[in-house]
């Protein structure tokens, strides 16, 4: 089995900055991506950056030039660099990975966190 644990959510006042992290554990065999996501209220979950076991990245639109998504391939973490932040910018933010499980012979698996939340708010 593989855990994901998100941390690092908080309340911040509009063009404040945060730094999630989300730590992988378990029966991982190798990891091709790791990607956040994000749920506000009423909508469904988005993309927001997610980053490739070569470290290509690729990030939502709205968040071009404001947040940084960074892994530590080595001790399995992710992280995202929010800067600039804007009151859209509020929701559950979720850490999601792909690879494979040696316990599952390597199968692959998809898994996710259980979310962390992000209040941008005056």
């Known amino acids: 089995q593989v855990q994901l644990v998100e941390s690092g959510g908080d309340l911040v006042q509009p063009g404040g900055s945060l730094r999630l992290s989300c730590a992988a554990s378990?029966?991982?065999?190798?990891?091709?991506?790791m990607g956040w996501y994000r749920q506000a209220p009423g909508k469904e979950r988005e993309l927001v950056a997610t980053i490739t076991s070569a470290g290509n990245t690729n990030y939502a639109d709205s968040v071009k030039g404001r947040f940084t998504i960074s892994r530590d391939h080595a001790l399995m973490m992710l992280y995202l660099q929010m800067n600039s932040l804007k009151p859209e910018d509020t929701g559950v933010y979720y850490c999601n990975v792909r690879g494979t499980d040696y316990k599952r012979r390597n199968l692959p698996f998809d898994s996710w966190g259980q979310g962390t939340q992000v209040t941008v708010s005056s």
């Open positions: 378990g029966s991982i065999s190798s990891i091709n991506t």
